[in-house]
């Protein structure tokens, strides 16, 4: 599971994406479907999650505005897609077909393996966190990562994300604003 990133907004990559508005909690891919699309996120914020066996909702990956987010493992390996991909906030999105993506000719490989890279090495660098980090690192490090997503996502969510309960987002919290004021002081 990585996101893709493509090349957006030039003149001729508009005519073949096809541009939707998406309503809060509308789901744009479902786990267990084919792969057909990326979505590029023009307004708004997105959020690719997926179910364990016990039924838990572990959230994987947030996309706000700028952000591309697609399931590449199913892509890449010719399966059904393990991500459900969900609007947290009324979006505007533009839909970019897979298959056209690659053979389009404004599609530039090297820019595009550049863009690719870097997600990964974001996602990276969260794995192996999630290994070996602490929960308060894990949360800097989705601070670092989305600053402008803490008062735009429900706490239950970005507990999600950072792998701990929301209790537990609520104590790590609370633990930086004492922190911060006893510096202060």
């Given at each position: ?29 479902r786990a267990g479907a084919c792969p057909t ?55 505007v999105v533009d839909v970019l077909p897979i ?62 994300y950072v792998g701990i309960t929301p209790q ?18």
């Amino acid at each position: 599971m990585i996101s893709i990133g493509c090349r957006v907004a030039e003149p001729g990559y508009l005519r073949w994406v096809k541009r939707n508005e998406v309503k809060k909690g509308e789901e744009l891919q479902r786990a267990g479907a084919c792969p057909t699309h990326v979505f590029h996120v023009v307004s708004g914020l997105l959020r690719a999650y997926f179910v364990d066996d016990s039924g838990k909702e572990h959230t994987y990956l947030f996309a706000p505005e700028g952000w591309i987010l697609g399931d590449l493992e199913a892509t890449g390996f010719s399966q059904s897609t393990s991500l459900v991909i969900e609007a947290l906030e009324p979006s505007v999105v533009d839909v970019l077909p897979i298959a056209e993506n690659i053979d389009h000719p404004d599609f530039d490989p090297l820019a595009e393996f550049k863009r690719m890279q870097r997600r990964a090495g974001v996602l990276q660098r969260r794995v192996m966190m999630m290994m070996s980090s602490s929960a308060l690192e894990r949360y800097e490090f989705f601070l670092e990562t989305y600053p402008e997503l803490i008062h735009r996502v429900p706490q239950k969510l970005i507990a999600s994300y950072v792998g701990i309960t929301p209790q537990a987002l609520s104590m790590i919290r609370r633990r930086r604003v004492e922190g911060r004021g006893s510096s202060s002081s």
